[in-house]
Structures are given as structure tokens and as C-alpha cells.
């Protein structure tokens, strides 16, 4: 297989009319979803978009996956977007990207005005029932090879630009026969969808579903609120798998959801994105005492994981959760600063080689290069690897644990944030002296730190001008003078204890 | 509920005997969202106007200014639609106490 299309369409061959994705507005069978997909990949064959970005603004709906395939089918690769996120963002990202088009749909028309864009703009409804045109698309997809791009996603930039990782059809397509195999995904499987499109997460339930042929349905965000909705949903539904971030389970148990609706028929619950909370892991485990739970760990740039631990004891709290060991055809390898292996139970930064490996980031060959790297372990032929920036090291029991992040990138309610991402938003503000940005993990608040006579309203408005929701501090602290260690750098660690002192 | 408490507000709770009108209910919101006009929106939820991270620090805050507990089966979007709704649950929870 070169192209991950060809899972939707052997899916379509063996089951035609089985249901492919399905929300509150429609279900669609795999027949239909290729059809619409072959539909919308016509109309874009005009723009001779081949191996070219096409961003997707569109809420997350049947209607998204469609326009994510019928991209492919014309040979171009989707970005989706976020279409709430600042317009000053979305335009930053044009700026790396310089899309070929935008597909949207009219109920995002207000998210298209404010931006600059002047190239052609699709709207899902006008094309959606466009005549299939076999020859074009086929002749497309005869030139396509593994190595094109499929997606690219952007995640949190530390110097203030998002970073576009791109992932080709090989990685998808070595992805996602991991994904099938190792959790016996098959067409029984109904997957409840919580991870946005714009996010990796997303790929393991899309695509470890076209491989096996499975259904998924995308679970209405704002039930994710409302954790009693929520499991109602699921039950009614009859979803057997989730794969979400713990903050999404921990609403849950946090909650006792469970006490009031039973959820039987969901036998696999696995998760990745942020630290598992113990005590609601476990409190999950004694409401589905014979479900299987697994731990799945990975950056965007490795497609979505690279290692996984499968829960088959009891954990104490205070113990942490492993990260467990690699995934079937993906190589793991936990490096010293000095570039050698680390010794056993030894800490070391994870790094990641194989064909789960993304290409690199979209018009930034600095960042690219600093991220991946030849194999200090390989002198005699190019072999990249991804360096995650995770410090980890191996217990007694040979399986990984993740002790922390050699930098100041946080994860929080599963969103990936670049602390120097908010520095750089608040920076723009000419009155800002200087500021630093810390993550107070224990009560969940981002708070920021600055220096400069500056309105907190204005500072407020400027944030929301630039960064999504869930990167806006919840706290703001004007310092008259921000301390700072002995090379002139901002102390953050100093910040981190007179907060906690508070 | 299993999250974690936020620190007591200065005033002390125990002294209140009478259930707090729906001003505090919205000087609660106001300080959670400032800019929200609180007192007229009527699609708080639709509107996206609150997330969940709003809601169980609401929940949170009631539990902790009106002295009633917020069961789960009271988590859910007719609630907190508005401060009218999310005030008439406070009574109900008040009223099962």
C-alpha cells in the first residue's frame, strides 16, 4: 500500500453499507464517505494542488472527515485548523503554509472574513456533490508515492510560531497497522471520538478504524462537560473503545459519573496526551473491572505514539504510570547528552527512529533540524531520529517511565503548550518589559508573570487576539521587578517558589 | 466530588444561615468571566460561553458559597444556561437539603 486511501477504499469493498463515522447530525456508511470524498477530490482537482498544503476550516463533523479524504484524493495534503482559534494565529500559520485553498463550510463564513487570504476558498456544501472524475483522480493518484505528505498539524511554537509536523501516507499506513493489531481493532469496534481533528490523538481513532474497517463516532464536544450526557451517549451509541486524554476520563470519575449510568459495552479505554492520575485510573478500573486499559505515550512528530504500557496491576498513588515499551516497528532509543545510549535505569532524553517518524516541520528547516537528527548511534548510513525532549529512563521492570521535559513545554488538560509561546503572545505588548510564563500543575493555572505598566484588561485582550483558549493564563501577576538568575536570565525557578509560597 | 478544593474564600461560610441570592451567584460568574453580562445571557452553554473547566469550578463555588452539594445528575447544559438556571438548581439542591 502506498496511499492511505487505499484503506478507505478496501473498507468500502469489503463492507459497503457498514457505518464508517457517525455524529449527532448523520451517520455515513464507508460507501458514502468514499463517494463524498471522490466527489469533493473532483472538484479539487483544478487547483493542481499535488503535494500541496489544502487547510480545512470546518467544526468537527462527518463532514470534516469527508473533506480530509477528498483532499487526498486530489493529490494535495489537509490541514485542519481549528476554525475558533485567534485570526491573528490562523494568519501566522498561512504565513509558514501559504495554502494552495481553503475548504470550509458556511457555518465557519465568519472565522474566513477577518483573515487575509486571497486564494481560492471551497465551501463543503457547493462541492460535495460534485461528479466523480475516475480519470482525473486516478491519474493523480498513479503519480502519488508514500513519502507525500498526508497532513500536517500544527502544535504550540516556544519562540511564538506554531510548528506545521508533517506526516506522510507510509507512517499513517505503519501507524495504523500497530494501532489495529495491537488492540485487535476489528469491525465490531466503535470508537467514541473526544481528540479534535486538528490533533494527533485523532489520527489513531480515524485511522486504526479504516484499517480494521471499524466505526467511530465524534462525540459532541460540549458533552464533555457534562459527564452523565456523556455516558448516556457512549451507551447509547454502544461504543466499546475510547481512546481520550485523562482529563477527559478524570471529568468522569471526578464526578462519579459512573454511579449513575452504566456503561457496559465499553470493554477498551486507552489514553495518552497527559500524566494518568492513579487514583482515577484506578477508580476506572473498579467500575470496569474487565476492561483493558493502556497508557499510550508519543509526540506529534512520530504520527501519534511510539510506546504503550497495558495495565495489568494495581498502582499505589504516588507511583507513576509507565510508559511501557515500544510499539511493534518503531524504534526507541533513550540517549545522555553526551549522545550515547543511557545505562539501565539511567535518565536520558527519548528519541525515536522508524517509519512512525514524521517528515519534518512545514517551511522551518531550523526547527527541523534541531528536532531531527542523525542517529549518534549510526555512523554508517542517514538514519534520522526524533528527539521528543521527554527525559525518561527504564524501571526494574524494563518498562520506560517518563520522569519530565528537558524544556519548558507543559501539557495541560491534555493541550500541548509552549510556555514561551504565551511569553512571546504577551510580548508584542510595547509596554511589556519582560515576562515569564510558569505552570502551576497542581491546581491546573497558567500563570504569567511581567514587568511594565501595562492595563490587566489590555494584556487579557491581547492574549485572546493571539492565542487559543486553552493557552490564555487564568492568572496574571505584575511584579515590579522579575528576579533573575546569575547569566541574566528570567528565574523561573525563583517565580515557580515565591508562588507556591504565595 | 473528588477534585480538589480551591482555598476558603475570607468570609467565613459558617456564619451565613440564609441561602446567598442570585447577586452572589453572579458575582461568582463575573469573577470567573469578566465582561460577561451575566445577569441578561441566556445560552451560556451554547454559546460556548462556559467550558467545562468552568463548570466544576462553578460547581466548586457553589458547593462552597450556597453550602449545597452538586450531584452529578445536575451536570447537565439546561443548568447553567444562564444564572436564572443555575440559580434554580442552588434552590432545588437548598431544598433536598
Known amino acids: 500500500m502506498k496511499n492511505v ?123 460535495v456533490d460534485t461528479p466523480a472524475d475516475h480519470q482525473g483522480l486516478s491519474t493523480v493518484r498513479s503519480r502519488s508515492i508514500d513519502t507525500d505528505a498526508a497532513y500536517a498539524l500544527f502544535t504550540s511554537g516556544s519562540t511564538g510560531l506554531p510548528k506545521g509536523t508533517v506526516v506522510c501516507h507510509r507512517s499513517i499506513l505503519a501507524y495504523s497497522q500497530w494501532v489495529a493489531g495491537t488492540f485487535h481493532i476489528d469491525s465490531e469496534t466503535i470508537f467514541g471520538n473526544q481528540a479534535p481533528l486538528y490533533f494527533s490523538m485523532s489520527v489513531l481513532d480515524i485511522y486504526g478504524a479504516l484499517r480494521a474497517g471499524s466505526s467511530v463516532c465524534l462525540i459532541p464536544r460540549k458533552l464533555f462537560a457534562f459527564p452523565v450526557r456523556l455516558l448516556e451517549y457512549i451507551r447509547s451509541c454502544h461504543i466499546n473503545t475510547i481512546y481520550w486524554v485523562p482529563s477527559a476520563l478524570c471529568l468522569v470519575t471526578g464526578w462519579k459519573a459512573l454511579d449513575c449510568v452504566q456503561v457496559p459495552e465499553l470493554r477498551k479505554i486507552l489514553f495518552a496526551g497527559e500524566v494518568m492520575p492513579v487514583k482515577h485510573l484506578n477508580l476506572w478500573r473498579s467500575y470496569l473491572p474487565d476492561a483493558y486499559f493502556a497508557n499510550l505515550y508519543g509526540p506529534t512528530e512520530v504520527t501519534d505514539i511510539c510506546s504503550f504500557y497495558e495495565v495489568n496491576r494495581y498502582f499505589n498513588d504516588g ?184 | 466530588m473528588l477534585f480538589h478544593k480551591k482555598e476558603a474564600s475570607s468570609k467565613n461560610a459558617e456564619a451565613e444561615t440564609e441561602l446567598p441570592g442570585i447577586s452572589r451567584l453572579i458575582s461568582i460568574l463575573e469573577s470567573m468571566k469578566p465582561g460577561v453580562d451575566f445577569t441578561n445571557e441566556i445560552s451560556l452553554i451554547d454559546s460556548h460561553i462556559l467550558d467545562s473547566v468552568d463548570i466544576m469550578s462553578l460547581a466548586m463555588d457553589i458547593e462552597e458559597h450556597f453550602h449545597v452539594e452538586v450531584t452529578p445528575l445536575e451536570i447537565v447544559p439546561e443548568n447553567f444556561q444562564s444564572a436564572n438556571a443555575i440559580y434554580e438548581m442552588i434552590l432545588r439542591l437548598n431544598a433536598a437539603r
Not at chain 1, 13 to 33: G, I, N
Not at chain 1, 68 to 82: E, H, K, Q, T
Request: aromatic letters at 10%; a neutral charge.
Open chain 1, 5 to 127: 486511501l487505499e484503506l478507505l477504499e478496501q473498507a468500502a469493498k469489503q463492507a459497503p453499507r457498514h457505518t464508517a463515522f457517525f455524529d449527532e447530525e448523520r451517520t455515513v456508511s464507508y460507501r458514502s464517505l468514499l463517494q463524498e470524498s471522490q466527489a469533493i477530490g473532483s472538484a479539487l482537482l483544478s487547483l493542481s494542488a499535488e503535494r500541496k498544503p489544502v487547510v480545512i476550516l470546518m467544526d468537527k463533523s462527518t463532514r470534516c472527515i469527508s473533506a480530509m479524504f477528498g483532499i487526498l484524493y486530489s493529490g494535495a495534503f489537509y490541514v485542519v485548523m481549528d476554525p475558533d482559534m485567534p485570526a491573528d494565529r490562523i494568519e501566522k500559520i498561512f504565513r509558514i503554509l501559504s495554502p494552495a485553498a481553503i475548504l470550509t463550510e458556511q457555518s465557519c463564513k465568519e472565522h474566513l472574513e477577518p483573515l487575509a487570504f486571497t486564494g481560492p476558498v471551497y465551501f463543503y456544501e457547493d462541492i
Open chain 1, 319 to 502: 507511583e507513576s504510570i509507565p510508559i511501557g515499551r515500544a510499539c511493534d516497528n518503531c524504534g526507541l532509543l533513550v540517549l545522555t547528552d553526551k549522545g550515547r545510549e543511557a545505562a539501565p535505569g539511567e535518565e536520558g532524553e527519548l528519541c525515536v527512529r522508524g517509519s512512525f517518524l514524521a517528515m519534518g516541520y512545514y517551511n522551518d528547516p531550523e526547527k527541523t533540524a534541531k528536532a531531527f537528527v542523525q542517529n549518534p548511534l549510526n555512523p554508517y548510513y542517514p538514519e534520522l531520529i526524533y528527539k521528543t525532549g521527554d527525559l525518561v529512563r527504564y524501571n526494574e521492570r524494563g518498562e520506560l517511565l517518563y520522569i519530565g521535559r528537558k524544556d519548558s513545554q507543559i501539557k495541560r488538560m491534555g493541550y500541548r503548550i509552549e510556555l514561551g509561546e504565551i511569553e512571546a503572545a504577551a510580548d508584542t505588548l510595547r509596554d511589556i518589559k519582560c515576562c515569564a510564563c510558569i505552570y502551576d500543575e497542581k491546581n491546573g493555572d497558567l500563570c504569567l508573570f511581567y514587568e511594565g505598566r501595562v492595563e490587566e484588561e489590555a494584556l487579557r485582550h491581547a492574549l485572546s487576539k493571539r492565542l487559543p483558549r486553552y493557552m490564555l493564563p487564568s492568572r496574571l501577576f505584575h511584579l515590579k521587578c522579575l528576579p533573575h538568575n546569575a547569566n541574566g536570565k528570567i528565574d523561573r525557578l525563583a517565580l515557580r517558589r515565591a508562588y507556591q509560597k504565595g
